[in-house]
């Protein structure tokens, strides 16, 4: 595990069908909240990132889940939130068990975050069905390259014991020294061409592949991308998850002001017809209804009962 390092290089070689479930039976042997994920495959290597032989997509998955709760009569009711980050911790966890298990058997591999962002095009190319939710993909296969590990932080960055600690400006430094050295030192943002562009005017680019390094890079990433979470709360809404309770509450609000306005417009209108005045705009149909209505005393009270209901609840 230390000497764990993401493949972006690997050779023609397909693994064989035993070494594909193998990988992925390892994914499922991981510690578990409720299996809620299902793994989509793909051999096109022609069509998968980094030209890799195996692309699995990890998706978090309540539809499987929801079929056997049917099943015993059961619906879920608990929230979606709660339900997605279940589902991410299931996920991760089974993705990190299947790049170990590829190790493990001579395989590389690298994990993409994409995903998410393109969930709508996945769903359409795997048919998949509401409440299956591409989360992360993986890239696997035989490498053509070895690189070095990767740095990390420093543990006095890590691992806190009993309380967490006020962070100075000398652990903060060394802990950039740390990652920013160790990836230079393997020219790694270099051999990507992985710079991110600065957004147009936001700042001056002082950087070259020379000084670029890893804590650029997130903070390049983190402080200006994404802004806003509606992107994949849609993506999230077509799949069928529901995260933001402001959505039902603005649906059925909405609904309520529709349903109580067209009340009201009804209801003004059947007193107008109780008071004989059936305006000339109405069709036959219409005018034939409101005479019947303004016929009976017990109609035209329940009109105006009606409308002093629906004025309180405006
Ligand atoms: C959630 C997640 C998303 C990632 N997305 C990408 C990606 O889109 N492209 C890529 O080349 N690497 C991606 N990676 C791999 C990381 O860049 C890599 O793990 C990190 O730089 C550390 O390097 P190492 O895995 O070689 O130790 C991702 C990793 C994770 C965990």
Redesign the pocket.
Same mark, same amino acid.
Not at 110 to 114: E, Q, R, V, W, Y
């Given at each position: 595990m230390l000497e764990?390092? !993401?493949i +972006?290089k690997y050779i023609d070689d397909m693994p064989s069908d035993d070494t594909i479930e193998t990988i992925v039976r390892a994914g499922q042997q991981a510690p578990f909240a409720s299996q809620a994920y299902s793994v989509l495959l793909s051999r096109r290597r022609g069509r998968n990132p980094y030209r890799a032989p195996l692309l699995f997509t990890l998706c978090v998955d309540y539809h499987k889940l929801e079929l056997i709760m049917a099943k015993r009569k059961w619906k879920p009711v608990t929230n979606d939130l709660t339900l997605m980050f279940f589902g991410i911790q299931d996920v991760s966890l089974m993705a990190e068990n299947m790049v170990v298990a590829g190790r493990s058997l001579g395989l590389g591999s690298? @994990? @993409?975050?994409?995903a998410m962002y393109r969930a709508d095009i996945i769903a359409k190319s795997y048919k998949l069905p509401k409440r299956v939710f591409p989360l992360?993909q993986l890239v696997m296969g035989y490498p053509d390259e070895s690189p070095s !590990? +990767?740095p990390r932080y420093p543990m006095e960055f890590t691992l806190f014991e009993d309380e967490y600690p006020e962070l100075d400006d000398g652990a903060v430094s060394r802990a950039m020294s740390a990652m920013d050295d160790g990836y230079l030192a393997q020219n790694y943002y270099r051999g990507q061409r992985a710079k991110i562009p600065l957004e147009k005017g936001a700042r001056k680019e002082t950087y070259t592949y020379d000084s670029y390094s890893w804590t650029e890079h997130i903070s390049r990433k983190w402080g200006q991308w994404h802004m806003k979470p509606k992107e994949l709360l849609d993506l999230l809404e077509e799949r069928g998850f529901f995260i933001t309770e402001e959505r039902t509450r603005k649906v059925s609000i909405e609904f309520c002001l529709r349903l109580v306005s067209s009340a009201s417009a009804y209801i003004s209108s059947v007193e107008a017809c109780s008071r004989k005045s059936v305006p000339s705009e109405r069709n036959s149909m219409e005018k034939r209804f409101h005479m019947w209505f303004s016929k009976s005393r017990s109609r035209r009270t329940c009109a105006a009962w009606a409308r002093g209901w629906v004025v309180s609840l405006l």
């Open positions: 764990h390092k !993401s +972006r690298c @994990l @993409l975050g994409g992360v !590990s +990767r």
